[in-house]
């Protein structure tokens, strides 16, 4: 069923409709339009989206990859910067780790 087929309108609407100086059914019409452009545009923006996140992740990756491969020394500079940036040690270890245990293994 399309949404024309089941949009019914009360009396006093039809009238408020009409008074406007289109007929209810160019109404319908132009509702079904509205609404198939609508979803046309989340379709594109949605397939943008998925396009957005595909590329970080896969940046992210190259990231991670490179930054397993640092000496040591370049790496403390990296959480050194990170900390100095004001995020905790939890979010440091998480970022650079992947994981983080608390000191107690609690």
């Known amino acids: 069923m399309e949404v024309a087929d089941m949009m019914c309108?009360?009396?006093?609407?039809?009238?408020e409709i009409v008074h406007t100086g289109i007929q209810v059914?160019?109404?319908k019409r132009s509702i079904v339009k509205a609404s198939q452009t609508a979803k046309e545009v989340i379709e594109i923006?949605?397939?943008?989206?998925?396009?957005?996140v595909d590329g970080i992740?896969?940046?992210?990756?190259?990231i991670r990859q490179v930054y397993k491969n640092l000496h040591p020394k370049e790496k403390y500079?990296?959480?050194?910067?990170?900390?100095?940036?004001?995020?905790?040690?939890?979010?440091?270890n998480l970022m650079v780790g992947g994981s983080y245990h608390c000191r107690n293994n609690c």
């Open 9 to 15: 309108f009360s009396e006093q609407q039809k009238e």
């Open 45 to 52: 923006v949605r397939d943008m989206l998925l396009k957005l």
């Open 25 to 27: 059914i160019e109404f």
């Open 57 to 62: 992740s896969k940046s992210l990756q190259v």
């Open 77 to 92: 500079k990296a959480v050194r910067r990170l900390d100095k940036c004001g995020f905790s040690e939890k979010e440091i």
